[in-house]
Protein backbone atom coordinates (compact mmCIF):
# COMPACT_ATOMS: atom_id res chain seq x y z
CA UNK A 1 0.00 0.00 0.00
CA UNK A 2 0.92 3.54 -1.06
CA UNK A 3 1.43 6.14 1.95
CA UNK A 4 0.50 9.40 0.97
CA UNK A 5 0.48 12.79 2.85
CA UNK A 6 -2.74 14.13 3.89
CA UNK A 7 -1.71 17.13 1.00
CA UNK A 8 -1.00 13.86 -1.35
CA UNK A 9 -4.31 12.41 -0.83
CA UNK A 10 -6.17 15.32 -1.27
CA UNK A 11 -4.42 16.29 -4.32
CA UNK A 12 -4.60 13.22 -5.72
CA UNK A 13 -8.44 13.23 -4.93
CA UNK A 14 -8.80 16.45 -6.92
CA UNK A 15 -7.06 15.72 -9.64
CA UNK A 16 -8.94 12.29 -10.54
CA UNK A 17 -12.09 14.16 -9.98
CA UNK A 18 -11.57 16.40 -12.31
CA UNK A 19 -10.07 14.16 -15.17
CA UNK A 20 -13.38 11.98 -14.67
CA UNK A 21 -15.61 15.82 -15.14
CA UNK A 22 -13.48 16.90 -18.21
CA UNK A 23 -11.20 13.91 -19.51
CA UNK A 24 -8.96 16.61 -19.70
CA UNK A 25 -5.22 16.40 -18.14
CA UNK A 26 -5.39 18.40 -14.94
CA UNK A 27 -2.88 21.54 -14.04
CA UNK A 28 -1.72 22.81 -10.85
CA UNK A 29 -3.40 26.40 -11.52
CA UNK A 30 -6.56 24.59 -12.20
CA UNK A 31 -6.84 22.33 -9.11
CA UNK A 32 -6.14 25.42 -7.37
CA UNK A 33 -8.74 27.14 -8.53
CA UNK A 34 -11.14 24.80 -8.88
CA UNK A 35 -10.86 22.93 -4.98
CA UNK A 36 -10.00 24.59 -1.78
CA UNK A 37 -7.06 22.92 -0.62
CA UNK A 38 -5.60 25.95 0.59
CA UNK A 39 -2.40 25.40 -1.63
CA UNK A 40 -0.87 27.76 -3.91
CA UNK A 41 -0.25 26.47 -7.45
CA UNK A 42 3.52 25.79 -7.51
CA UNK A 43 2.52 23.80 -3.93
CA UNK A 44 0.26 21.61 -6.06
CA UNK A 45 2.73 21.32 -8.73
CA UNK A 46 5.12 20.15 -7.00
CA UNK A 47 3.12 17.59 -5.07
CA UNK A 48 2.14 16.69 -8.63
CA UNK A 49 5.47 15.85 -9.73
CA UNK A 50 5.77 13.50 -6.31
CA UNK A 51 2.61 11.46 -7.50
CA UNK A 52 4.18 11.20 -10.87
CA UNK A 53 7.26 9.45 -9.28
CA UNK A 54 5.61 7.41 -7.58
CA UNK A 55 3.00 6.03 -10.74
CA UNK A 56 0.44 7.48 -9.60
CA UNK A 57 -0.01 10.32 -12.36
CA UNK A 58 1.33 10.26 -15.56
CA UNK A 59 2.26 13.54 -18.25
CA UNK A 60 0.75 12.76 -21.63
CA UNK A 61 2.51 15.53 -23.21
CA UNK A 62 5.57 17.76 -21.60
CA UNK A 63 3.07 20.83 -21.73
CA UNK A 64 -0.21 19.02 -20.87
CA UNK A 65 -1.27 18.44 -17.07
CA UNK A 66 -1.30 15.70 -15.29
CA UNK A 67 -3.68 12.20 -15.74
CA UNK A 68 -4.22 9.51 -13.03
CA UNK A 69 -2.21 5.80 -14.23
CA UNK A 70 -4.47 2.68 -13.43
CA UNK A 71 -2.24 2.45 -9.93
CA UNK A 72 -3.77 5.98 -9.27
CA UNK A 73 -7.37 5.23 -10.01
CA UNK A 74 -6.55 1.90 -7.66
CA UNK A 75 -5.44 3.80 -4.50
CA UNK A 76 -8.09 6.31 -5.36
CA UNK A 77 -10.70 3.55 -5.10
CA UNK A 78 -9.37 1.87 -2.07
CA UNK A 79 -8.55 4.29 -0.20
CA UNK A 80 -9.58 8.01 -1.12
CA UNK A 81 -12.96 7.24 -2.55
CA UNK A 82 -16.32 7.94 -0.72
CA UNK A 83 -19.25 5.79 -2.14
CA UNK A 84 -22.47 8.07 -3.52
CA UNK A 85 -25.25 6.98 -2.08
CA UNK A 86 -28.43 6.89 -4.47
CA UNK A 87 -31.09 9.09 -4.32
CA UNK A 88 -34.58 7.75 -3.78
CA UNK A 89 -35.55 8.74 -7.42
CA UNK A 90 -32.83 6.44 -8.44
CA UNK A 91 -33.49 3.29 -6.46
CA UNK A 92 -36.91 3.73 -7.41
CA UNK A 93 -36.35 3.68 -10.92
CA UNK A 94 -33.67 0.35 -10.39
CA UNK A 95 -36.91 -1.29 -8.47
CA UNK A 96 -39.28 -0.28 -11.19
CA UNK A 97 -36.82 -1.70 -13.85
CA UNK A 98 -36.28 -4.70 -12.10
CA UNK A 99 -39.73 -5.43 -10.12
CA UNK A 100 -42.17 -6.49 -13.20
CA UNK A 101 -44.83 -8.80 -12.35
CA UNK A 102 -45.04 -11.98 -14.05
CA UNK A 103 -41.84 -11.37 -16.39
CA UNK A 104 -39.91 -14.16 -17.69
CA UNK A 105 -36.36 -13.87 -16.09
CA UNK A 106 -34.77 -13.12 -19.09
CA UNK A 107 -37.05 -10.61 -19.41
CA UNK A 108 -35.84 -8.91 -16.04
CA UNK A 109 -32.28 -9.52 -16.82
CA UNK A 110 -32.07 -7.80 -19.79
CA UNK A 111 -34.02 -4.89 -18.59
CA UNK A 112 -31.53 -4.55 -15.68
CA UNK A 113 -28.23 -4.60 -18.25
CA UNK A 114 -30.49 -1.58 -19.96
CA UNK A 115 -30.37 0.58 -17.03
CA UNK A 116 -26.69 -0.13 -16.19
CA UNK A 117 -26.22 1.82 -19.29
CA UNK A 118 -28.00 4.04 -19.03
CA UNK A 119 -27.60 4.92 -15.67
CA UNK A 120 -23.70 4.65 -16.40
CA UNK A 121 -23.87 6.12 -20.15
CA UNK A 122 -21.55 3.38 -20.58
CA UNK A 123 -21.88 -0.73 -21.46
CA UNK A 124 -23.90 -2.79 -18.99
CA UNK A 125 -23.83 -6.17 -19.04
CA UNK A 126 -25.70 -8.92 -17.31
CA UNK A 127 -24.51 -12.89 -17.25
CA UNK A 128 -27.52 -15.14 -16.57
CA UNK A 129 -27.07 -17.94 -13.74
CA UNK A 130 -25.84 -21.32 -14.63
CA UNK A 131 -29.61 -22.72 -13.34
CA UNK A 132 -27.39 -26.37 -12.14
CA UNK A 133 -28.93 -26.05 -8.47
CA UNK A 134 -32.02 -24.69 -10.18
CA UNK A 135 -34.97 -26.47 -8.16
CA UNK A 136 -37.61 -28.33 -11.10
CA UNK A 137 -41.31 -27.20 -10.13
CA UNK A 138 -42.89 -28.61 -12.94
CA UNK A 139 -43.47 -30.32 -16.43
CA UNK A 140 -45.81 -29.65 -18.96
CA UNK A 141 -46.77 -31.79 -21.53
CA UNK A 142 -49.05 -31.07 -24.55
CA UNK A 143 -49.67 -32.58 -27.40
CA UNK A 144 -49.55 -30.05 -30.67
CA UNK A 145 -49.70 -32.74 -33.77
CA UNK A 146 -50.54 -36.23 -33.78
CA UNK A 147 -46.59 -37.22 -33.70
CA UNK A 148 -45.27 -33.95 -31.83
CA UNK A 149 -45.51 -32.97 -28.20
CA UNK A 150 -44.17 -29.46 -26.36
CA UNK A 151 -42.48 -30.15 -23.17
CA UNK A 152 -42.25 -27.02 -20.89
CA UNK A 153 -40.24 -27.50 -18.11
CA UNK A 154 -40.32 -24.88 -15.44
CA UNK A 155 -37.95 -24.45 -12.47
CA UNK A 156 -38.48 -22.15 -9.04
CA UNK A 157 -36.80 -19.51 -9.92
CA UNK A 158 -38.66 -18.84 -12.99
CA UNK A 159 -36.61 -20.00 -15.72
CA UNK A 160 -38.93 -21.59 -18.67
CA UNK A 161 -37.34 -24.43 -21.27
CA UNK A 162 -39.37 -25.31 -23.84
CA UNK A 163 -38.86 -28.23 -26.09
CA UNK A 164 -40.14 -30.32 -29.01
CA UNK A 165 -40.37 -33.79 -28.56
CA UNK A 166 -40.73 -36.29 -31.84
CA UNK A 167 -42.72 -39.50 -31.39
CA UNK A 168 -43.96 -42.39 -32.76
CA UNK A 169 -46.49 -43.74 -31.10
CA UNK A 170 -50.16 -42.87 -30.28
CA UNK A 171 -51.09 -40.79 -27.07
CA UNK A 172 -54.16 -40.20 -25.43
CA UNK A 173 -54.54 -37.35 -23.77
CA UNK A 174 -55.54 -38.95 -20.50
CA UNK A 175 -52.18 -41.00 -20.92
CA UNK A 176 -50.46 -37.69 -21.49
CA UNK A 177 -51.62 -36.17 -18.34
CA UNK A 178 -50.91 -39.20 -16.16
CA UNK A 179 -47.63 -39.54 -17.49
CA UNK A 180 -46.86 -35.72 -16.66
CA UNK A 181 -48.42 -36.23 -12.92
CA UNK A 182 -45.90 -39.10 -12.71
CA UNK A 183 -42.75 -36.99 -13.60
CA UNK A 184 -44.07 -34.48 -11.47
CA UNK A 185 -44.53 -36.54 -8.65
CA UNK A 186 -41.29 -38.40 -8.87
CA UNK A 187 -38.95 -35.53 -10.56
CA UNK A 188 -40.53 -32.09 -8.90
CA UNK A 189 -38.72 -30.59 -5.76
CA UNK A 190 -35.44 -32.11 -7.11
CA UNK A 191 -32.39 -30.06 -8.51
CA UNK A 192 -31.80 -31.07 -12.59
CA UNK A 193 -28.38 -31.66 -11.79
CA UNK A 194 -29.82 -34.98 -9.04
CA UNK A 195 -32.82 -35.47 -11.72
CA UNK A 196 -30.05 -36.22 -14.29
CA UNK A 197 -28.41 -38.20 -12.23
CA UNK A 198 -31.14 -39.88 -10.59
CA UNK A 199 -34.33 -39.78 -13.33
CA UNK A 200 -33.54 -43.60 -13.77
CA UNK A 201 -33.90 -44.94 -10.25
CA UNK A 202 -37.04 -42.56 -9.79
CA UNK A 203 -38.99 -43.68 -12.47
CA UNK A 204 -37.46 -47.26 -12.36
CA UNK A 205 -40.98 -48.55 -10.54
CA UNK A 206 -44.15 -47.35 -12.90
CA UNK A 207 -47.78 -48.15 -12.09
CA UNK A 208 -48.93 -51.22 -15.45
CA UNK A 209 -51.33 -48.79 -17.06
CA UNK A 210 -48.34 -46.24 -17.33
CA UNK A 211 -46.96 -44.85 -20.93
CA UNK A 212 -43.43 -46.27 -20.22
CA UNK A 213 -42.46 -45.46 -24.19
CA UNK A 214 -43.00 -41.89 -23.14
CA UNK A 215 -41.49 -42.09 -19.26
CA UNK A 216 -38.28 -43.94 -21.30
CA UNK A 217 -38.08 -40.47 -23.48
CA UNK A 218 -37.26 -38.47 -20.90
CA UNK A 219 -35.04 -41.27 -19.15
CA UNK A 220 -33.02 -41.32 -22.15
CA UNK A 221 -32.46 -37.77 -22.70
CA UNK A 222 -32.61 -36.28 -19.40
CA UNK A 223 -28.95 -35.07 -20.03
CA UNK A 224 -30.21 -32.73 -22.82
CA UNK A 225 -33.62 -32.09 -21.44
CA UNK A 226 -32.10 -30.90 -17.58
CA UNK A 227 -29.20 -28.97 -18.70
CA UNK A 228 -29.71 -25.27 -18.76
CA UNK A 229 -26.49 -24.67 -19.41
CA UNK A 230 -27.04 -23.40 -23.11
CA UNK A 231 -29.70 -21.57 -21.87
CA UNK A 232 -27.38 -19.02 -20.18
CA UNK A 233 -27.96 -15.41 -21.60
CA UNK A 234 -25.39 -12.97 -21.94
CA UNK A 235 -27.17 -9.81 -22.31
CA UNK A 236 -24.69 -6.45 -23.50
CA UNK A 237 -26.51 -2.74 -23.96
CA UNK A 238 -24.45 0.21 -24.80
CA UNK A 239 -21.71 -0.56 -27.12
CA UNK A 240 -22.34 2.74 -29.09
CA UNK A 241 -22.68 4.98 -26.24
CA UNK A 242 -18.90 3.41 -24.83
CA UNK A 243 -17.33 4.12 -28.13
CA UNK A 244 -18.40 7.73 -28.17
CA UNK A 245 -16.54 8.24 -25.27
CA UNK A 246 -13.10 10.64 -26.19
CA UNK A 247 -10.99 7.61 -24.78
CA UNK A 248 -12.03 5.30 -27.71
CA UNK A 249 -11.05 8.21 -30.11
CA UNK A 250 -8.04 6.57 -31.96
CA UNK A 251 -8.98 4.39 -34.40
CA UNK A 252 -6.97 1.37 -32.89
CA UNK A 253 -8.33 1.73 -29.35
CA UNK A 254 -11.52 1.81 -31.41
CA UNK A 255 -11.17 -1.69 -33.02
CA UNK A 256 -9.61 -3.66 -29.91
CA UNK A 257 -12.89 -2.62 -28.35
CA UNK A 258 -15.13 -3.22 -30.90
CA UNK A 259 -13.39 -6.90 -31.01
CA UNK A 260 -13.40 -7.58 -27.14
CA UNK A 261 -17.51 -6.20 -27.20
CA UNK A 262 -17.52 -9.04 -30.28
CA UNK A 263 -16.39 -12.06 -28.33
CA UNK A 264 -18.58 -13.47 -26.28
CA UNK A 265 -16.79 -15.68 -24.69
CA UNK A 266 -14.04 -13.82 -23.83
CA UNK A 267 -16.48 -11.12 -22.25
CA UNK A 268 -17.68 -14.13 -20.42
CA UNK A 269 -14.30 -14.69 -19.14
CA UNK A 270 -13.83 -11.10 -18.54
CA UNK A 271 -17.27 -10.83 -16.21
CA UNK A 272 -16.77 -13.63 -14.59
CA UNK A 273 -13.38 -14.10 -13.96
CA UNK A 274 -12.90 -10.04 -12.12
CA UNK A 275 -15.87 -11.38 -9.55
CA UNK A 276 -15.83 -13.00 -6.29
CA UNK A 277 -19.17 -14.82 -5.03
CA UNK A 278 -20.33 -11.71 -3.08
CA UNK A 279 -19.56 -8.14 -3.04
CA UNK A 280 -19.22 -5.53 -5.69
CA UNK A 281 -15.68 -5.36 -7.33
CA UNK A 282 -13.70 -3.01 -9.34
CA UNK A 283 -10.72 -4.23 -11.87
CA UNK A 284 -8.70 -1.32 -13.14
CA UNK A 285 -7.25 -1.10 -16.57
CA UNK A 286 -4.00 -3.71 -16.49
CA UNK A 287 -5.90 -5.58 -13.50
CA UNK A 288 -8.32 -7.37 -16.08
CA UNK A 289 -7.85 -11.29 -16.66
CA UNK A 290 -6.88 -10.74 -20.43
CA UNK A 291 -3.82 -9.64 -19.66
CA UNK A 292 -3.99 -7.55 -22.44
CA UNK A 293 -3.52 -3.17 -22.28
CA UNK A 294 -6.64 -2.36 -22.00
CA UNK A 295 -7.98 0.82 -21.12
CA UNK A 296 -11.18 -0.20 -19.11
CA UNK A 297 -12.46 -0.63 -16.00
CA UNK A 298 -15.24 -3.08 -14.77
CA UNK A 299 -17.27 -2.51 -11.49
CA UNK A 300 -19.11 -6.44 -10.98
CA UNK A 301 -21.63 -7.76 -8.71
CA UNK A 302 -22.37 -11.38 -8.47
CA UNK A 303 -26.11 -12.01 -8.05
CA UNK A 304 -28.34 -14.85 -6.47
CA UNK A 305 -31.09 -16.29 -8.09
CA UNK A 306 -31.98 -19.05 -5.02
CA UNK A 307 -28.50 -20.69 -5.36
CA UNK A 308 -27.79 -20.02 -8.80
CA UNK A 309 -25.29 -17.39 -9.40
CA UNK A 310 -25.28 -14.69 -12.34
CA UNK A 311 -22.69 -12.01 -12.67
CA UNK A 312 -23.21 -7.94 -13.72
CA UNK A 313 -21.32 -4.95 -14.26
CA UNK A 314 -20.15 -1.97 -16.10
CA UNK A 315 -17.56 -1.42 -18.73
CA UNK A 316 -15.81 1.66 -19.29
CA UNK A 317 -12.98 3.46 -19.64
CA UNK A 318 -10.57 4.05 -16.37
CA UNK A 319 -12.01 7.46 -16.16
CA UNK A 320 -15.04 6.30 -14.38
CA UNK A 321 -17.47 7.54 -11.88
CA UNK A 322 -16.52 4.19 -9.55
CA UNK A 323 -18.00 6.01 -6.73
CA UNK A 324 -21.37 5.97 -8.27
CA UNK A 325 -21.23 3.39 -10.81
CA UNK A 326 -20.20 1.21 -7.40
CA UNK A 327 -24.04 2.00 -5.92
CA UNK A 328 -25.72 1.41 -9.16
CA UNK A 329 -24.16 -1.94 -9.43
CA UNK A 330 -24.68 -3.02 -5.90
CA UNK A 331 -28.06 -1.77 -5.68
CA UNK A 332 -29.04 -3.76 -9.03
CA UNK A 333 -27.94 -6.99 -7.80
CA UNK A 334 -29.54 -6.86 -4.01
CA UNK A 335 -32.88 -5.83 -5.96
CA UNK A 336 -33.13 -8.43 -8.20
CA UNK A 337 -31.96 -10.99 -5.51
CA UNK A 338 -35.13 -9.46 -3.14
CA UNK A 339 -37.47 -9.90 -6.02
CA UNK A 340 -36.54 -13.86 -6.43
CA UNK A 341 -36.87 -14.84 -2.86
Do not use: W
Amino acid sequence: MIELTAREREVLRSIIHSYILNANPVGSRSISKRYNLGLSPASIRNIMADLEELGLLEQPHTSAGRQPTSLGYRVYVDDLMEEKRLTAQEKKLIAGSVRQPQADIRIILERASILLSRMSNLLGVVLSPVFDKGVLHKIDLTKIAANRLLVILTIKSGLVKTITLEINFELENSELEAASRILNQRLGGLSLKAIREQISDRVCELPPDSRRDLITLFVDNAQQFFDFQEDRQFYLVGLRTLLSQPEFSQIEKLQTIIELMEDKKVLVHLIGETQPEDGVRITIGRENPLHRPLDISIVTSAFYIGENIGRMGIIGPTRMDYSKLLSVVDYTAKTIEKYFK
